[in-house]
């Protein structure tokens, strides 16, 4: 039973550049959440994607966007990208909304 | 917004030793989650807790959800080298909000 996955493992942008990132689901699972995680830092909730609609979004500006596809994958795009921006990105999938949560291992996106 | 105060930062024990961590919070939950982190990685879920009052065991690390809804505490017992980690413990009403983190660090 393959869990939560993501790619790139890692990436380098430069600021002003753009960038998307993909996540595929735990089996059986149809919602995904993406976090931000500083590092030293606990992991911050950017947005939750359900029926392929955008549920709830955590305080990112609009610059980060986000989609999911049928097969309930999902992809985070961030647009103008900041220095600040370097960060470990983490998807999480879960059963439904309001069900425990698993994470994949994280992009590691650095800003130069 | 809502926030968790998790404690302590970070714990340096002997092993064998028990550890004991909580997170608090000015908002209700209606579940409240332990993850572990290592270098690298995502978090991995290790106790999932759903009902006020609810005492939950996974092995050697026992949970328990807080009878106000605001409060959650993890122990683990006769702590051994692959227990050293982050600990996250991770509210949820809509979303998930985690705390700041216990770094747990053993002494062999």
């Known amino acids: 039973d393959a869990g939560v996955t993501q790619s790139p493992t890692h990436l380098i942008k430069t600021r002003g550049q753009q960038v998307t990132l993909r996540c595929s689901p735990k089996s059986g699972h149809d919602t995904v959440s993406w976090y931000q995680q500083a590092l030293g830092q606990g992991p911050q909730f950017i947005f939750q994607y359900y029926e392929e609609e955008e549920r709830q979004r955590g305080n990112f500006p609009d610059r980060f966007s986000g989609h999911q596809f049928p097969n309930y994958s999902s992809e985070l795009n961030v647009n103008a990208l900041l220095l600040g921006d370097s960060a470990l990105y983490l998807c999480?999938?879960?059963?439904?909304?309001?069900?425990?949560?698993?994470f994949g291992p994280g992009t590691r996106l650095t800003v130069t | 917004g809502q926030q968790l105060n998790q404690s302590p930062q970070s714990m340096f024990i002997q092993e064998g030793e028990d550890v004991s961590m909580n997170c608090t919070s000015s908002?209700?939950?209606?579940?409240w989650l332990w993850y572990k982190q290592d270098p690298g990685e995502g978090p991995v879920l290790l106790i999932a807790?759903?009902?006020?009052?609810e005492l939950t065991s996974n092995g050697r690390l026992t949970a328990q959800f807080g009878i106000t809804r605001k409060d959650s505490f993890l122990n683990i017992s006769a702590s051994i080298p692959s227990d050293v980690g982050i600990y996250f413990c991770?509210?949820?009403?809509?979303?998930?909000?985690f705390g700041q983190g216990t770094r747990l660090t053993i002494n062999p």
């Open positions: 991770a509210g949820q009403w809509q979303k998930l909000v």
């Open positions: 908002s209700i939950f209606n579940t």
């Open positions: 807790l759903y009902k006020a009052g």
């Open positions: 999480a999938s879960s059963l439904a909304r309001y069900f425990e949560q698993y």
